[in-house]
């Protein structure tokens, strides 16, 4: 496993369509990740994901895509590959 120990997995929607497809919780030392999958090799960040984002203020915002560069996509928006996201995960671990 990549994830720390207690490391909760969930996802994230409201009735208004607010959404984040995985929620990671680390605890009180790496708190909140929120993390948007997407398949093109150019993402775009929806309003709905924003709209998530803003009600539950993670601690860190990713967009995981197919390619392989890493970039920021806004202020507080990193777009990272898939390697890329398990190697920040296990980082945690070490």
Sequence with gaps: AVAPER????????AAGAEIDLILEFGSKHGMWAVEIKRSLAPKVEKS?????????PTRVFIVYPGTDRYPKSKN???????DMAQEIKALSD
């Design 7 to 14: 490391t909760k997995a969930s996802f994230y929607r409201t």
């Design 49 to 57: 994901f924003r709209s998530a984002i803003d009600d539950l203020n």
């Design 77 to 83: 928006i990193d777009v990272i590959s898939v390697y």
